[in-house]
């Protein structure tokens, strides 16, 4: 797929995304910080979230709308996406500042008037979160924008995946690209089943990546070695300022060690190969071979105590060393010398 021109998927560079969410804590200047301190850090994109909270949910007191087993447990739904939305009014501007620092900004709509909405802005993409996953409506809504769409997939059984993917590309979805994730905030390590990612690859025929909630860096870097093209992690300025999502998103410093990982992999993965490489040629000198270990004269017979695999390799090839043995020397040979045939009788 491509987003704003640039290549995504195997053989291009990692596309790494910060994703901002709440951490802007209502504050306009904070998230142009953040996304300053984004591109110094080496994302290749922004993504925010594009919500209100009457367009995620209604303002109830009932049970239903309370939060439970989570981080942010007691909470009602209204009073959480009040406190996390950010403003509509900020995002041209935002898309505009991220523009200018080399960044794609793009969002998350979470209805159909978010969708309209993103059009106007022309981003160059969208992203689906896992919770919508199973929110056909919306898919569908994305889908006939035509933009390069990535769905998070949080939560979601094969058979839900395949009926969002079927949903997707009936209504003329364009590039998709599906991510594994754990929506647990944060996730712990050993929910992530990184394994399911080239699996995810091979079943949809999709570029794959990771949204990631665990705490640290080394889940995605695991992620990119198994395929991974899409990194998104959440992105702070600093977690002592708390917010709903501060906890399980990473500080500037964090944030570019694990860019700086993941491009360090990237290079490492390379493709099939054999043989040296390169900087391996002086080192393939001292592989084993034949030398002469101890001064021969002519006519005397090779022995294990004259003919030896050692180093460096400028001898026969070990495998010789049965054939030669017995044989005689055709001239006087002098300790250290790499044994060649010409001086086989």
């Known amino acids: ?15 790494i995304i910060a994703e901002m969410s709440a951490n802007h804590g209502q504050d306009f200047e904070q998230a142009v910080r953040i996304i300053e301190a984004a591109a110094a850090a080496g994302a290749d994109a922004v993504k925010l979230q594009t919500y209100t909270p009457d367009t995620l949910t209604i303002n109830s007191d009932n049970d239903y709308f309370r939060i439970q087993g989570t981080l942010w ?3 009602k739904l ?24 080399g960044l794609d900004l793009f969002s998350s709509p979470f209805d159909p008037t978010a969708v309209a909405f993103l059009e106007a802005m022309n981003v160059p993409a969208y992203k689906i979160a896992s919770f919508e996953l199973v929110d056909i409506g ?8 035509g933009k390069p769409t990535i769905l998070s997939t949080g939560m979601a059984t094969l058979a839900e995946i395949d009926e969002a993917v079927t949903v997707f590309r009936a209504a003329g979805g364009g590039e998709l690209a599906l991510l594994k994730c754990n929506s647990a905030y944060p996730a712990p390590p050993e929910e ?14 999709v570029v794959v990546g990771l949204s990631d909630h665990t705490l640290g860096v080394e889940v995605p870097v695991a992620a ?18 708390a917010g709903p999502d501060s906890a399980f998103s990473l500080e500037p410093g964090e944030f570019k060690a694990m860019v700086d990982a993941v491009r360090v992999v990237e290079k490492a993965l390379g493709s099939v190969a054999y043989g040296f490489t390169p900087k391996e040629a002086n080192s393939r000198r001292l592989r084993r071979s034949l030398f002469i270990t101890a001064d021969v004269k002519a006519g005397e017979a090779f022995t294990p105590d004259n003919v030896r695999s050692v180093r460096p390799g400028d001898g026969l090839h070990t495998r010789h060393l049965d054939e030669v043995i017995g044989k005689r020397a055709r001239r006087d040979l002098e300790r250290g010398t790499p044994l060649t045939w010409e001086m086989v009788e």
């Open 1 to 15: 797929m491509k987003i704003n021109g640039r290549q995504i998927g195997a053989g291009a560079p990692v596309y």
């Open 73 to 75: 447990d007691g909470r």
């Open 78 to 101: 209204y009073d959480l996406y009040g406190d996390a939305y950010t403003p509509w009014e900020w995002q041209p501007k935002l898309k505009a500042a991220a523009n200018a620092l």
């Open 138 to 145: 919306l898919i569908q809504a994305v889908a006939r924008t």
């Open 192 to 205: 992530m089943n990184l394994r399911t990612i080239p699996h995810l690859a091979e079943a949809f025929d």
């Open 224 to 241: 990119v070695a198994l395929g991974a093209a899409i990194i998104e992690k959440h992105f702070t300025l600093t977690r002592a300022e």
